[in-house]
């Protein structure tokens, strides 16, 4: 079939009256000029029409499904990240696998509504409540990668190894349903963990190591090995907190990039999130050996973390890609613009990243931290996974044609999105989900369910 876009994103380059002929979930080829008597190809009155500016489509690469389940309750009062993960917690231990299947749907589908086309799910809610196996002990995983399918959007389910609650400390009550025990535990069940046939349609298993306070230094490189031999996409949270950085020096003498870099965790499969609180020898370190970093602005400035070293961890070689993390909101337009926007905060001065640069964050490097490298650009042998933003809404409206993607990272946000097309499949028509209907509804009745 073919997609009509009103205005395409090529390659930096705001292009009007673009064909994209799909096929077997692929993009066959990219025409410009196209509907017009002059153009490349004759009008085609089958062709479906995508009214704004089509973009890529963007890659939320670090996500906690649950957490969604937060939003609103934990923006209440005062408090620190230490004080939300306690209610995080609480969340976590009412969950089964049908519960977080129902609410993971609702989640991908309101990220689907937001031009999300693929999520990096970090996952490590494994277990039944006091670490109690399930039947399947895969079943928490398994049902996150059918809530994607059913949300119509690509997953890369990234199994994640908790062992400990800090350096030195066994699991504690909460923590009981997200280890495995050992890194050698882990590495068994996650080999056990395959999308069926139908599922690798969309769905690809990584790993992770939570933190540095998660597991511990001699078992780090298990979880390395482990992505290195499968060729899988390696994350893992750093340098979130100080109080992390400060518990590890003292526990190592080192920093977690330091601890990490070690234990051959870091390099160019690997993408570290957060990187808040680093030093000029940590940024070298994650840039010289072109680990990736995943900025969640968004999670960032609700729990009060801290601006991390975005530019200056580009500038030593770290690709940059963007995540909705706990998801106090889902939008990767507003994640792109808070990179710019914090940096200006930050350093009093403008024009880090150019808008072109932003969106290349949240769809190209996105997709190529969970393992895709072939995604996040519209041309011919590229996955046909693409969004369409509205040039019309008052966001939006104004702007000369050239100017639209300026428009559309520092004006537009989730709600301007009227098309989300993945694998050629119209997932989005029209700012309604073709397959969850009422979004609204399933998350209402999805987040009650985790507070009943």
């Known amino acids: 079939m073919t997609y009509r876009a009103e205005y395409a994103w090529l390659n930096g380059t705001v292009e009007p009256d673009v064909d994209l002929d799909v096929a077997d979930g692929r993009i066959t080829a990219v025409r410009t000029g196209a509907g017009t008597d002059t153009g490349a190809t004759a009008p085609d009155a089958s062709a479906v029409r995508l009214r704004g500016l089509t973009v890529p489509g963007l890659a939320n690469a670090h ?13 209440v009062g005062s ?52 670490g109690v196996r399930y039947d399947d002990p895969n079943a928490m995983g398994h049902a996150l ?21 800090g350096f030195g400390k066994a699991p504690d009550t909460h923590q ?40 511990p230094a001699d078992q780090l490189a298990t979880v390395a090995e482990w992505a290195r031999e499968r ?39 690997t993408t570290a999130v957060h990187a808040t609180h680093l030093t000029d020898a940590d940024i070298a370190l994650l840039g010289g050996s072109h680990t990736g970093v995943c900025m969640c602005p968004t999670t960032e400035r609700d729990l009060a973390d801290g601006i991390g070293p975005a ?14 993390d706990s998801h106090a909101v889902i939008d990767l337009l507003e994640e792109a613009r808070a990179l710019e926007l914090d940096e200006r905060l930050r350093t009093r001065t403008r024009g880090h990243w150019t808008a072109a640069q932003l969106l290349r964050a949240a769809s190209e490097h ?16 590229a996955p046909a996974d693409f969004a369409t933003v509205a040039l019309d809404s008052v966001r939006t409206a104004g702007p000369e044609p050239r100017l639209a993607t300026e428009a559309v990272v520092f004006a537009a946000g989730a709600a301007d999105v009227r098309h989300t097309v993945v694998a050629g499949r119209h997932v989005v028509r029209d700012g309604e989900h073709t397959a969850v209907g009422d979004v609204a509804g399933a998350l209402r009745e999805a987040v009650r369910a985790c507070h009943a």
Request: glycine share 10%.
């Open 145 to 165: 990668i059918a809530a994607a399918g059913e949300a119509g959007i690509r997953i890369t389910l990234l199994d994640t190894c908790y062992l400990s609650a």
């Open 176 to 215: 009981s349903r997200f280890s495995d025990g050992t890194a050698e535990a882990w590495a068994e069940r996650a080999d056990a963990l395959r999308p069926d046939a139908r599922a690798r349609e969309y769905a690809t298993v990584g790993a992770a190591v939570h933190s540095v306070r998660a597991v």
């Open 231 to 269: 060729e899988a996409p390696l994350h893992v949270h750093l340098s979130e907190q100080t109080a992390e950085n400060d518990a590890c020096l003292a526990a190592h003498g080192r920093t977690p990039t330091q601890l990490l870099a070690e234990h051959g965790v870091t390099g160019p499969r």
């Open 79 to 130: 408090g620190t990240f230490w004080t939300w993960r306690e209610v995080m917690y609480q969340v976590a231990s009412r969950l089964t696998p049908d519960t977080y299947f129902a609410l993971a749907r609702a989640v991908y589908a309101e990220m689907a509504l937001a031009g999300v086309t693929a999520v990096g799910e970090f996952h490590y809610l494994h277990h039944a409540r006091g």
């Open 366 to 381: 996105g997709h190529a931290a969970l393992g895709r490298p072939d995604a996040g650009r519209l041309e011919p042998g």
């Open 63 to 75: 996500s906690h499904a649950f957490h969604r389940a937060l939003r609103g309750t934990v923006q």
């Open 311 to 324: 530019a200056a961890l580009q500038r030593a070689g770290s690709p940059l890609s963007l995540g909705s």
